[in-house]
């Protein structure tokens, strides 16, 4: 792919990396240097080629910190290209997409305003945690899925009658796309989540197809792990074999991977949207081919 360079942020360098081999792109790293008070200043290391300019950064934890480097990013580009597609692996903030309970503020519908005055053309992410947050771009935006590499990865592995379980029912989607491309069967279970405390509960009773069958439980993103472990406890009980997580973001905060181990979890498999331990499925060609058809 010719004259197109490759930014990659810090929460991103590594998968940016892959992404500009992925497309044959120059690339172009920056620095980050934080200050006392907490302030970032973002340096680039080469001026970019004339031509398109493909910004990589996740927005993981810390959010704010890595969302304001992720716009500093876009508007330098911006000075060198009209443009600037933005590669987001994992969004930050796409559950602020609504107004839940009243007086809350829609975050999302504010991140989409700064994407688009920084300087994005283009916004490509993937697994958005759901399709309605993409309403509030009023730029061109683009959702990949990591499904199909999660599977192929799990096809790997010789798992006994696996059944693929979401753990409520706002994930049966993605847990049905899963099960085709695995070529297998799928359930979701229901839970019902507190929104004031945040508290989950699984309302589902028993179930008898999960007895000795090893299960894949799919979800978008894992955060704190609450609904993981309260969905592992349960199928436990309903006599399972083992119990494998595929998610496409691992954020894992305050040590979620123990809990979920701890609940009788086997493996935790997640992609490089967020680097980490568990992340052991790269899409950087799903992102590639995004690119080439954005």
Known sequence: MSKTTVIGGKASEDLA?????????GFVSSEVRVFPDGESKIT???????????VVNSIYPPVDTNLVQTLALISKARQFSSSVTVVIPYLGYARQDREFLPGEVVTLSVIAKLFKAAGASKVIVVDIHSSMGMRHFQIPIKNVSAVPELVSYF?????????????????????????RFYGTDYIALKKRRDRRNGKVEIITTDLDNVRGRDL???????????SIVKATEFLKRQKCGKVFVACTHALLIDCADKKIRRAGVSQIVSANTIP??????????????AVLNA
Do not use: Y
Request: no cysteine; net charge positive.
């Open 44 to 54: 680039i290391s080469n001026v970019p080629k004339k031509g398109r300019i493909i």
């Open 17 to 25: 990396r892959k992404l500009a081999r992925k497309l044959k792109a």
């Open 276 to 289: 980490g331990s568990t992340s052991s499925v790269d899409v950087s060609g799903i992102l590639a081919k």
């Open 216 to 226: 894949v439980l799919v979800d978008d993103m894992i955060s704190t792990g609450g």
């Open 155 to 179: 096809k790997k592995m010789r798992l006994a009658n696996p059944l693929v379980v979401s753990p409520d029912l706002g994930g049966a989607k993605r847990a049905e796309e899963f099960a």
